[in-house]
């Protein structure tokens, strides 16, 4: 179903408040370091004529607490009942079940059919509004106005833009495990609305998003040839990148969507080539007897990440964008994979193994603060939500039957496993929507 959406915003009340600054410093702290105390918030029923309503509220609730920065408040314990976004909260009733934050709302129905959507936030330590948005959207597109509202109570009480009006592309795998069918398949960031972009004649693996536009790369062995594939989301559209026998990874996008950056194996060697979209010429950046793989550009453009076996294991290196000024950034045990730069620009996350476990960590582009956020029997191919705060990766358990994806936020405290129909492994995160 294409994801077509028409939304006007109209600012209700918005009243950004000095007095509102207990609750927001308590989530203005870096989350890359140590450890946050969730915020605890009481989300009202939205009210409305219809399940759409509760299904609203659901939905919310749920994108907030998975951030693993809110504690919504259980409503058994809601002094004040019934409250809507007309009423200003008695605010006594709420500080004394410890809400610092309130959140109320209502959907209508339009006389053209249409739902309005409202919603207001309220800072009870304050007594004071902190932010109210309305919202006009086809009925079917229920769902992705709950994202939205959680994105913006989310980014108001932060200060740090959401992530949570976004998909995620993965490949979906079924079958025995020694004849998987592995299709491309796309999903809101939760697991909701999923549905297959290729039918599964063809192995498909590594699909990547672009950074910019509702865009994947991705490679495709049919006939045992690999190719490269671009696939526009909403249209169908499919083209060839390009054939390229003995690659080891598929592209990805540079931060403005005109190159991709790959790995080609030739001569029993990989180096990595960058490719212009439009004219289709590559450059190529490395040039080693070795295996060098996995590229991924930092969001500025400017300098690519890879791994390199050229010290004799796996290892993650940084360059230029032209190949320029190549150096070591890991240094720990074990075996280095999968580097990806952070939407920010402040971390790199990578795959590690050591010790017979599959660990998933991040370090600083400079290769210093290395924190290992989890691991487990076979944690692979982490990607980053598009605000740098969260990760989703991949992970078969031992006699598990096959992967399953899981998100963690930088704190390592927040792991929750994403649901998918079936087996399901390499997710890609999609930036926000528009």
Known sequence: MKRSFT?????????LLAAAAPARAALTVDITE???????????????????????????????????????????AFIQKNLGPDETPRFSDWTVINAQAVVTGRVSPEADGRLRVEFRLWDSLAGQQMDGQQFYTNPENWRRVAHIIADAIYQRITGEKGYFDTRVVFVDETGPKNKRVKRLAIMDQDGANVRYLTKGGDLVLTPRFSPNRQEITYMSFGNAEPRVYLLQIETGQREIVGNFPGMTFSPRFSPDGQKVVMSLQQEGNANIYAMDLRSRATTRLTNTAAIDTSPSYAPDGNRIVFESDRGGRQQLYVMNADGSGQQRISFGDGAYSTPVW?????????????????????????????????????????????????????????????????????????????????????????????
């Open 34 to 76: 140590g450890t946050v105390e969730p915020l605890p918030i009481a989300i009202n029923d939205f009210q409305a004529n219809s399940k759409v309503g509760t299904d609203i509220t659901s939905v919310i609730t749920a994108d907030l607490k998975r951030s693993g920065l809110f504690a919504p408040i259980d409503h058994a």
């Open 342 to 434: 952070s939407p920010r620009g402040d971390l790199i996350a990578f795959t590690k193994q050591t010790g017979g476990l599959f660990q998933i960590g991040v370090m600083r582009p400079d290769g210093s603060g290395e924190r290992i956020l989890t691991s487990g029997f076979h944690n692979e191919g982490p990607t980053w939500a598009p605000n740098g705060r969260v990760l989703m990766f991949f992970r078969d358990q031992a006699g598990g039957g096959g992967p399953h994806l899981f998100s963690i936020d930088l704190t390592g405290r927040n792991e929750m496993q994403v649901p998918t129909p079936d087996f399901a492994s390499d997710p890609a995160w999609s930036p926000l929507l528009e």
């Open 7 to 15: 939304a006007a915003l109209a600012v209700l009340a918005v009243a």
